[in-house]
Antibody, heavy 115, light 107 residues
Framework: QVQLKQSGPSLVQPSQSLSITCTVS????????VHWVRQSPGKGLEWLGV???????DYNAAFMSRLSITKDNSKSQVFFKMNSLQADDTAIYYC?????????WGQGTSVTVSS | DIQMTQTTSSLSASLGDRVTISCSAS??????LNWYQQKPDGTVKLLIY???SLHSGVPSRFSGSGSGTDYSLTISNLEPEDIATYYC?????????FGGGTKLEIK
């Protein structure tokens, strides 16, 4: 049974960075890629990027300059980091394993960017 | 970026109805189209991948079809637990993009 546990802050100061850890169980990170998607009221669902099973990454060009996705296969953890957050980055951030789809979704991390 | 359009933002139907939700792409996406369901509590699930393949555990009343730029999701016999918002998503080209969603309500 696939399980996803996300951990990260609920509040981030403007211009600061956001770090979220996605801990997976029920499958190996060497078998699945892990996508990151966010949902905000103003922009709906946005695909942010993916770390593939081999460790390579693809990012949405709109976020490439401030986004980093890495992982530790041995700990079954994927690490999401976005820099220079602003108010319009307020959203629910999801990790979602899969290859040609986001097969499974976590509950998401609700993040508010505010001072 | 490929724009995904779900022209119907909300839809009202009766239990037992056959419901079709449409999605169009700004260019051909060669059937690289997935459908997701988001429940009112925020839970998101994959329903259909590659236009018409049913994801594991998804009831057979859900089906998908389409080609080129136009795709659809059909629920053959609407049940109460189908109340949700449905999103299409293309993976033909990066960045992957989603439609704006169609909210399904009970009449």
């Amino acid at each position: 049974q696939v399980q996803l546990k996300q951990s990260g802050p609920s509040l981030v100061q403007p211009s600061q960075s956001l770090s979220i850890t996605c801990t997976v169980s029920g499958f190996s990170l060497t078998s699945y890629g892990v996508h990151w998607v966010r949902q905000s009221p103003g922009k709906g669902l946005e695909w942010l990027g993916v770390i593939w099973r081999g460790g390579s990454t693809d990012y949405n060009a709109a976020f490439m300059s401030r986004l980093s996705i890495t992982k530790d296969n041995s700990k079954s953890q994927v690490f999401f980091k976005m820099n220079s957050l602003q108010a319009d980055d307020t959203a629910i951030y999801y990790c979602a394993p899969g290859y040609d789809a986001m097969d499974y979704w976590g509950q998401g991390t609700s993040v508010t960017v505010s001072s | 970026d490929i724009q995904m359009t779900q022209t119907t933002s909300s839809l009202s139907a009766s239990l037992g109805d056959r419901v079709t939700i449409s999605c169009s792409a700004s260019q051909g996406i060669s059937n690289y189209l997935n459908w997701y369901q988001q429940k009112p509590d925020g839970t998101v699930k994959l329903l259909i991948y590659y236009t018409s393949s049913l994801h594991s555990g998804v009831p057979s009343r859900f089906s998908g079809s389409g080609s080129g730029t136009d795709y659809s999701l059909t629920i053959s016999n609407l049940e109460p637990e189908d109340i949700a918002t449905y999103y299409c998503q293309q993976y033909s080209k990066l960045p992957w993009t989603f439609g704006g969603g169609t909210k399904l309500e009970i009449k």
